[in-house]
């Protein structure tokens, strides 16, 4: 439930407002928390109550956990303690699962347990490389520092995770109204064209076959497709799901042209930033390792990680072990990494590689769409092509009739 109200700082003022609380008795240790004293408060009745789409889907967004990582390491330097901090935050945020989450830390900050293990209590808000990089950020004593990365890391992701987004939004757009389009006409117009044919009794050739018993299928049966199209989809993110479905899907996308190079590009980038800000943050390299595997999305590279980390605890160099994946990893990361490792500069090397590659799929994303749309258009003209080529066929069959 909301509350207004009114209160007053340590210095007389008086400040209002309205507030979340399950009650009056938490209204006022919030308020509390925040230096505030309540002089009057009231339960905003009169609006409806609303169900919080985040609540339901229970899901915070990148946004959310960058504006939660950056503030808090900025009031954390400016001196505020983490209970309060916390608090803040949690008044900031509109995201409602994200508020309750932001409580549930405050009140175990205030039992005393330490950030990173009130935040592991979340794996699917806070995943393994954030909780320990907070963590490490703890127990180093350098949290604000600590922060400061994560947000840059988590902005990078967004960034690069928005690229691929909007350059997919283009052709999905094209597809999805080709779709619509395509299926009105076999229900509409395709229908009236074939009782022309049938009442001339004109031999159709195999297209236009094609052609009647696809609209018949979406006229009669049409239920039964869309609900055979949708258990094919469920089915197939099921079977993707599983270990040996996911390999045999990631392997498929390896090999699909300029596909492959933009999932090469955004495993590599992501494999050395994050490898890069691990570092940075006071984690081992074998431990900075474990966690980064489970954070790649191709089947391919995590397993070429995980091979990394086992030969590296025996003393073999990253570079070195890399280099059997020259199928993944490309020779001028590769090369980099050697040269860091040999200078003692790996955390810096491996960011300079993240930023190479990080521009290098800005300018492939920028570039997709001029690739992809005279692809599109090949295929929505063949389409076109064949739909017209097996409606005119019966035509010339009719003229010879008559």
């Known amino acids: ?221 049409g239920v039964f497709v869309f609900l055979g199209l949708i258990i094919s989809a469920v089915s197939f993110f099921k079977i993707v799901k599983t270990p040996k479905g996911k390999k045999g899907f990631d392997y498929f996308l390896l090999r699909l042209p300029t596909i492959n190079g933009i999932i090469g590009k955004v495993n590599m980038a992501r494999f050395s930033r994050t490898l890069s800000s691990m570092i940075a943050s006071g984690i081992s390299i074998v431990e900075a390792l474990k966690i980064i595997s489970g954070t790649l999305g191709n089947t391919y590279y995590q397993e070429s990680v995980q091979d990394a980390c086992q030969h590296i605890q025996k003393g073999i160099e990253l570079s070195e072990v890399i280099g059997k994946y020259d199928n993944l990893y490309q020779p001028l990361m590769i090369h980099m990494i050697e040269v860091g490792e040999e200078t003692g500069t790996l955390e810096e090397t491996l960011k300079q590689v993240a930023e190479f590659y990080e521009d290098e799929i800005e300018q492939i994303t920028s570039n997709l769409s001029s690739i992809i749309e005279p692809i599109l258009m090949l295929v929505i003209g063949g389409a076109v092509g064949f739909f017209a080529i097996s409606m005119i066929q019966p035509m010339y069959g009719i003229m010879e009739y008559m």
Do not use: C, W
């Open 1 to 221: 439930m909301q509350f207004s109200y009114k209160a007053k700082d340590s210095n007389g003022n008086v400040k209002s407002g309205k507030i979340d609380a399950k009650n009056k008795n938490e209204l006022e240790r919030k308020l509390g928390n925040l230096g505030l004293s309540v002089i009057f408060s009231k339960e905003e009745k009169d609006k409806k109550s609303v169900i919080e789409i985040s609540k339901i889907l229970k899901r915070v967004s990148v946004v959310d956990k960058m504006l939660f990582t950056r503030h808090l390491g900025v009031m954390l330097k400016a001196g505020l303690p983490f209970s309060r901090s916390i608090a803040v935050l949690a008044e900031q945020t509109s995201n409602a699962y994200f508020i309750e989450i932001l409580q549930s830390i405050q009140e175990d900050i205030q039992k005393g347990n330490s950030l990173a293990d009130s935040l592991s209590k979340y794996p699917k808000v806070f995943d393994n490389l954030f909780v320990s990089m907070i963590r490490v950020g703890e127990m180093g004593g350098n949290l604000e520092e600590v922060l400061n990365i994560l947000y840059i890391q988590l902005k990078k992701e967004h960034e690069l995770s928005s690229r691929i987004k909007g350059a997919m939004m283009y052709p999905a757009v094209i597809i999805f109204a080709m779709t619509v389009i395509g299926t009105l006409m076999m229900i509409f117009v395709v229908p009236s064209l074939l009782n022309i044919f049938t009442e001339m009794e004109v031999e159709l050739p195999l297209s236009t076959q094609i052609i009647v018993f696809i609209s018949d299928a979406l006229k009669n049966h």
